[in-house]
């Protein structure tokens, strides 16, 4: 199994509130992202990074922000939830061109 | 438009039996294919992966077909298991950026029965 982490794994929050998605691996790969995947639905880039100091926006528009400042650790922040944010977040990284590996995922719920 | 389509979208068999999931592409160019297992709850996980020069890959009861050709996988399970009740995603990668941008499949949602 990928040594990749993601906390928490559920979470039920207020709209408005402000929260903060935990990924890390340590793996020492250079690459990582975030994806959306609504039930039934495919997966949805939106955030990937090259390395340190380095993020993206993905396929899918999102009001999501990203920082990448250590190599092990690519944290996703929402600054106000809504109802429109209810999904689940997947966090996966990757060597270069290697395959991707994901995490068990957040389950998240605004109410 | 880079698309991956999956099918049938559900499947039921019973414990036992085999099954074949199918998954068609338009991805263009083409790198590689993968098949991954995602149970509920929790990241998808890496079943096989075949370029465009392999036509079959096999890992334990699960065999991958590739026809770059007609644009089209299979993934057959063989003596199916109740664990492998999940959803299998086809997932497809282009040759055309550096990011190696990765198309993904909506899924089969197999349940097995005993």
């Known amino acids: 199994e990928a040594d990749i982490y993601q906390t928490p794994r559920y979470l039920v929050i207020g709209t408005g509130k402000k929260i903060t998605l935990e990924c890390s691996q340590t793996?020492?790969?250079?690459?990582m992202y975030w994806y959306q995947q609504d039930p039934g639905m495919e997966l949805h880039l939106i955030h990937y990074s090259y390395g340190v100091n380095s993020t993206e926006k993905g396929d899918l528009s999102s009001e999501s922000t990203v920082s990448r400042i250590r190599t092990e650790h690519f944290p996703l922040t929402l600054e106000s939830a809504r109802p429109s944010h209810t999904s689940q977040y997947l966090c996966?990284?990757?060597?270069?061109?290697?395959?991707?590996?994901f995490g068990p995922g957040t389950r998240l719920t605004v109410t | 438009k880079n698309q991956v389509e999956q099918s049938p979208q559900s499947l039921i068999i019973l414990e036992g039996k085999n099954c074949t999931l199918q998954c068609n592409y338009t991805v263009s160019p083409f790198s590689n294919l993968r098949w991954y297992k995602q149970d509920t709850g929790r990241g998808p996980v890496s079943l096989t992966i075949m370029t465009f020069s392999e036509n079959t890959k096999s890992n334990g009861r699960y065999t991958a077909t590739l026809d770059a050709d007609t644009k089209q996988s299979s993934l057959h399970i063989t003596a199916s298991q109740l664990s492998d009740s999940a959803s299998y995603i086809c997932?497809?990668?282009?040759?055309?950026?550096?990011?190696?941008?990765?198309?993904f499949g909506r899924g089969t949602q197999l349940t097995v029965w005993p």
């Open positions: 793996m020492g790969h250079d690459k």
């Open positions: 996966a990284s990757s060597e270069q061109e290697g395959e991707q590996y």
């Open positions: 997932v497809v990668s282009d040759r055309g950026s550096t990011l190696g941008r990765l198309y």
